[in-house]
């Protein structure tokens, strides 16, 4: 199965393993594909003026990029390297109990950790990091079964040093539950909401947290699929 980033997310990879393991093991008719000019008149909701009036709100005094160590790009000569963590599972489950006394989901705990990252990197308390969003969260209407490139990428702004963790948890919390309604803002126009001279990068990281649900279907054997995304020809 070849994809690429640039048409499709994660969420509608999962929406096509669904179908074809539902076709190869002969179940009844597949219900009828919800178009992908749902998801456009959905992103076209919320006028314009409402996400910038938003945005405009939250980074007209930001005036300064939230780069890490002031790098704005990557160097040319830089190297691809990478590096995976895997929680344990007594980590994960403390992870889990501590979101739930603080009643967020624990993602919110991974974008205050994040944050507190970008700010030491940048040596900075009060900072800007991309945050991915499934471009889903909306509302119904099948959205969630739409096949297509739905993911959108917008700031979160976090202050990290003037209040207590809890409160930056809870600031947290309210800013993202904020995004969900301007989740398909354009971010070139969120840019210019931003107090930053032109060219000049609202931020230079970003955390892209997501929930997947393992599947078989990466397995070998009789169902088995080889998933493939091609970055070469990619403009992101």
Known sequence: LLQHHIVTDHVSLEVVLREIRHQATGGPALPAPVPFRHFVERSLAVPATSHEDYFRALLADIDDSSAPFGLMAKPADARRDEALLALDNALAQRVRVEARRLGVPPSVLFHVAWAQVVALCCGRDDIVFGTVLTGRMGGSDGIGDVVGMLINTLPLRVSTGTTSVADCVAQTF???????????????????????????????????????????????????????????????
């Open 174 to 236: 309210t800013r993202l539950s904020e995004l969900m309604v301007h989740e398909h803002a354009p971010l070139a126009m969120v840019q210019q909401c931003s107090a930053l001279p032109p060219g000049v990068p609202l931020f230079t990281s970003l955390l892209n947290y997501r929930h997947g649900v393992p599947t078989d279907l990466a397995a070998d054997g009789p169902l088995g699929l080889r998933t493939v995304f091609a970055e070469e020809a990619s403009t992101v």
